[in-house]
């Protein structure tokens, strides 16, 4: 059963304006969590992580939100740039844990 | 710096073959884990291992035999392929995972594998 769910297969957004790619897990337990960017024909890349005991964890662009409540996180990109353009993968660990729980990941498009 | 590197980076087998995909990572991290990506499934992880001569299940185990003889080495064999095991498989390595912080994995670009 997946664990970390991305419901959004796709997005599309203008240049400029803010992306939000969202997140939702099942396991309480999990209390660290990643943003993967991955282009085609490439590994996937490290974008941002934050830790449960923060709600918010910014890096220039990049925002995550987690509401732990809703088991919840949001990646947000402002401003969004065609470069940008990507699958965003989500992904959960426990700590200390050896293992990664990734979504089904989330097609942006950012249309110039 | 090459990072994780994996090789093939394709290959075709006939149903029934046997291969082994090979996982290269100069960073010398512990850990190393196999993915394969699906179209709808994401990452699932195959096998992983937390240190050198050690190796464990991940959430999707069966068919796959692993080896990690060296630290900077991460072996993913297939005994006898079948067609459901078509994907995009990555290889990826961390540093040791602390008790208060989680390091981040590094993935190789990927080896596309289809089994007819």
């Known amino acids: 059963d997946q664990q970390v769910k991305q419901n959004s297969p796709s997005l599309s957004v203008q240049e400029g304006r803010i992306s939000i790619l969202n997140c939702d897990y099942t396991?309480?337990?999990?209390?660290?969590f990643l943003w993967y960017k991955k282009y085609p024909a490439e590994g996937p890349t490290f974008l941002i992580s934050i830790s449960s005991i923060k709600d918010k964890n910014e890096d220039g662009r990049f925002t995550v939100f987690l509401n732990k409540s809703a088991k919840h996180l949001s990646l947000h990109i402002v401003p969004s740039q065609p470069g940008d353009s990507a699958v965003y993968f989500c992904a959960a660990s426990l700590v200390p844990g050896n293992q990664f729980y990734f979504g089904t990941g989330t097609s942006l498009t950012v249309i110039p | 710096n090459a990072g994780v590197t994996q090789t093939p980076k394709f290959r075709v087998l006939k149903t029934g073959q046997s291969m082994t995909l090979l996982c290269a990572q100069d960073m010398n991290h512990e850990y190393m884990y196999w993915y394969r990506q699906d179209p709808g499934m994401g990452l699932r992880l195959i096998h992983y291992?937390?240190?050198?001569?050690?190796?464990a299940k991940g959430e999707v185990p069966d068919g796959y035999n692993v080896s990690r003889l060296k630290k900077q080495n991460f072996l993913l064999g297939l005994e006898s392929a079948a067609p459901s095991q078509t994907s995009v498989y990555f290889c990826?390595?961390?540093?040791?995972?602390?008790?208060?912080?989680?390091?981040?994995?590094?993935f190789g670009e990927g080896s596309r594998l289809t089994v007819l």
């Open positions: 990826a390595s961390s540093r040791i995972q602390g008790t208060l912080t989680v390091g981040e994995l590094f």
């Open positions: 291992s937390v240190g050198e001569g050690t190796t």
């Open positions: 396991n309480s337990m999990f209390d660290y």
